[in-house]
């Protein structure tokens, strides 16, 4: 779930706006690739909102590798009793 997060977020959230500055930047210039015009343009936040998706699967993943971690701290439950597990 991690790794899916991370995919989306890259290619949602890096590469599509990256191309899209890149064009701006080859056909008008980097001064204006980094201009208000583009940085803030509807184009950039469409882009910008379509990274949430990733963003979300990727903070569940980390949740749940969270949760896998604490239950693996917590002590197990058969060995509370203070008796010792058989061998079968």
């Known amino acids: 779930m991690l790794g899916i997060?991370?995919?989306l977020f890259c290619l949602r959230g890096l590469y599509a706006p990256g191309i899209y500055q890149a064009y701006?930047?080859?056909t008008e210039g980097l001064w204006f690739a980094r201009s208000p015009e583009i940085?803030?343009?509807k184009v950039m936040e469409t882009l910008v909102w379509l990274r949430v998706p990733?963003?979300?699967v990727f903070a569940l993943g980390?949740?749940?590798l969270g949760i896998y971690?604490?239950?693996l701290l917590r002590p197990d439950r058969r060995t509370r009793?203070?008796?010792a597990l058989?061998?079968?």
């Open 5 to 7: 997060g991370l995919m």
């Open 24 to 26: 701006a930047s080859i």
């Open 39 to 41: 940085v803030h343009s």
């Open 54 to 56: 990733g963003d979300i």
């Open 62 to 64: 980390a949740a749940f």
């Open 69 to 71: 971690a604490l239950k």
């Open 81 to 83: 009793t203070g008796r």
């Open 86 to 88: 058989q061998p079968v």
